[in-house]
């Protein structure tokens, strides 16, 4: 007889690689979801329609069933782990990276930042310092105390196929718009981790491959390669053949690059996924950048709405107008340097050896 997984969600963003990755290993497919929304890649499964986040519509939607392994990838975490104690024989959650303290505020650190890169034994915030970080982490400590064998995943900012929060729209739309230009803060350079959809269904898959080694565990997820701001518009730019500019402001003059920013702040926040690596094997199954045009080809084959529910997450009026009126005053306003008298103009270092160092003979040592 064949194994059966619950899979509470299914028709997200990494709902469907799940799926296929649990129909592959064998497993009986069960999705509870809201039904709302449907996705033609898990139509062939079972489904139970509940509201994920309503104590009385899963009790009504699960019945009396048990399975071998439950993954909860969408609603009250806290209370689908109680609804399960005793009626599964593995339990899967996934949460978010905001638990680590900065990681929304990155002020919370002086001097301010979060560390690069984060681990999962990084600090976590408390109720005082952002109750939002505080009541995430609470939720993993509830998931432990009703399965302490669970294994329990901190997801990135998802992107690919069917992401409600598309980052990558701020730039894909503005190229289908023929814009010559686009704004980013502090030249784009910010790191922040990111996961494309099919390389977090793979981490996930791989802890249900490896019950001993991932039981009682929490691990970071992402993409291996961690790009910046200004690398994934040049990507998404060459995929879909547009010539533009990328014009680098300050990032507290840079407003149209709020978006893509995510934050108030452009310091970095990156993952550590060694523990990932180490103890489950991970490797990303598309790479970063590959993942990044596919992302781009998906978007343009299916655009949010204008003004739909995706622009209104991202908080991005596209407003063109403005943007043409904040290049030209930062063009002009940087047209004309001074001289600054220079006598010795500063070096990279007599270190450096790119494109203008200073030139040293063979025969000299530093």
Known sequence: MAPTALLIGGTGPT???????????????????SGRHEV??????????????????????????TFDVAIAAYGRLRTIAALLVGRVGRFLSIGGVPVYKGYFDPDAHDPSGLPVPTAEDAELATDAEDAKSYRIGRTEEIVFEH????????????????????REWCIVR????GRPFLVLADDGLTLVTHGYVENLAHALLLAVDQPETAQGEVFNCGDEECLTVHQVAELLADELGHAWELIGMPAELAIPARPLMMNHRSTHRVLDLAKLRDRLGYRDVVP???????????LVANPPAPAGP????????????????LVDWW?????????LGYVTLPGYGLAYGGPGATRIRSDERI
């Open 15 to 33: 709902g469907p690689p799940i799926a296929a990755g649990l129909e592959a290993r064998g497993y009986e497919v069960t999705l509870l979801h």
């Open 40 to 65: 033609d890649e898990v139509a062939h499964l079972r489904h139970l329609h509940a509201d994920a986040y309503t104590e009385a519509s899963l009790v009504e939607g699960l019945g009396e069933e």
């Open 147 to 166: 399965h302490p064998g669970a294994t329990h995943f901190r997801y990135p900012f998802v992107y690919g196929p069917r992401q409600l929060v598309p």
């Open 174 to 177: 503005r190229i289908l718009d």
């Open 288 to 298: 970063a950048r590959e993942a990044v045009r596919r992302t781009g080809r998906w």
């Open 310 to 325: 995706e622009e209104v997450v991202l908080e991005d009026p596209f407003d063109y107008a403005a943007e043409d009126r």
């Open 331 to 339: 063009r002009a306003a940087t047209a004309a340097p001074p001289d």
